[in-house]
């Protein structure tokens, strides 16, 4: 079964540094997501991709907060500063856009500021 | 903030059905009923969605009364392994809408 693919599974940064996650979604997937889950809390969405822009996006992906899909396979999230708070599990997801399927998401990548 | 309200925890024994319940009072007639599962921080899994039909597949079965209010997500013979927090989400008929996660409710499944 088609999988989305997250790298790496945790990654340790010091506050401040800039950090890129990176995804791979399923290949004829055309709607892209990142959502974030601290711990102990709900999962979050943050921002959705679609035809190489941003179509939607909350209040928590502001300006620190960016999003590629740099060569038409991958799928980044880039934190530009990264503060104490932006610790969490970040899930990236794709899907088809229709109503038949439901999204996949990834298996998360564990984000550490410190 | 999530529309639908779900009870914050069940536990079911091993080989029982297990059925989670959810309340949507605001659903609106263009919003499909999705079912998620997240078992110990993995990335949610779709299990099943429906606009107002009853829908089964090989994870579960979904049952939806006539008014839309209330859903019913049927785990027919649970094991260990579906123990796990479940969200029933509301979403929009619209291409690539996001999905707004409530707190779920976390399902013990028992020897």
């Known amino acids: 079964e088609p999988e989305v693919t997250q790298t790496p599974s945790h990654q340790v940064t010091q506050m401040g540094q800039e950090v890129i996650l990176r995804c791979v979604p399923i290949?004829?997937?055309?709607?892209f997501y990142w959502y974030r889950q601290i711990l102990g809390q709900k999962v979050e969405f943050l921002v959705s991709f679609y035809n190489n822009e941003i179509s939607e996006k909350s209040e928590i992906f502001d300006d620190q907060f960016s999003v590629e899909r740099p060569d038409g396979s991958n799928f980044t999230l880039k934190i530009r500063s990264t503060k104490l708070e932006d610790s969490a599990m970040y899930f990236c997801?794709?899907?088809?856009?229709?109503?038949?399927?439901?999204?996949?998401f990834g298996s998360g990548t564990r984000l550490t500021v410190v | 903030d999530a529309k639908t309200t779900q009870p914050p925890s069940m536990d079911c024994a091993e080989g029982r059905a297990a059925n989670l319940p959810c309340n949507h009072s605001?659903?609106?007639?263009?919003?499909?009923v999705y079912w998620y599962r997240q078992i110990h921080s993995q990335g949610p899994q779709y299990i099943i969605h429906g606009l107002k039909n009853n829908e089964t597949n090989e994870m579960a079965s979904l049952i939806i009364t006539e008014d839309r209010k209330s859903s019913t997500l049927i785990l027919p013979h649970a094991t260990l392994r579906d123990t796990a927090v479940y969200y029933c989400i509301d979403r929009l008929y619209n291409q690539g809408g996001k999905l707004i996660f409530g707190q779920g409710t976390e399902l013990s499944v028992k020897p």
């Open positions: 290949s004829n997937h055309l709607y």
């Open positions: 997801a794709s899907s088809l856009g229709t109503q038949t399927y439901g999204y996949t």
């Open positions: 605001t659903i609106s007639g263009n919003e499909y």
